[in-house]
């Protein structure tokens, strides 16, 4: 059974930067499409980020030019690095891991505020 988890969210002030992580545990990682997602109440659960081997990574428009998405298949490890982060940025965010079944983190909240 695959488990993910996340670390690495907070407080920051807009402009500033954060850095999330997601380990996998699992017997194979490399074939999964991993991913970020967020969420805030009230709304459907967004695309942040994506990364599939052989394909360039996917991201949100809202978020091209700010935040990095990036895996260590060695250490079952992505990362997602934001920065520039706006208040808009604001939500819970959850790994996701795909190949055939899907699995999720149990989330990791990002606030950026004053």
């Known amino acids: 059974q695959v488990q993910l988890v996340e670390t690495g969210g907070g407080l920051v002030h807009p402009g500033g930067s954060l850095k999330l992580t997601c380990t996998f545990s699992?017997?194979?990682?490399?074939?999964?499409?991993m991913g970020w997602y967020r969420q805030t109440p009230g709304k459907q659960r967004e695309l942040v980020a994506s990364d599939a081997a052989g394909r360039l990574p996917n991201y949100a428009n809202s978020v091209k030019g700010r935040f990095i998405i990036s895996r260590d298949n060695a250490k079952k490890t992505i990362w997602l690095e934001m920065t520039r982060l706006v208040p808009e940025d604001t939500a819970v965010y959850y790994c996701?891991?795909?190949?055939?079944?899907?699995?999720w983190g149990q989330g990791t909240q990002v606030t950026v505020a004053h």
């Open positions: 699992g017997e194979i990682f490399a074939p999964y499409i």
């Open positions: 996701y891991a795909r190949w055939g079944n899907e699995f």
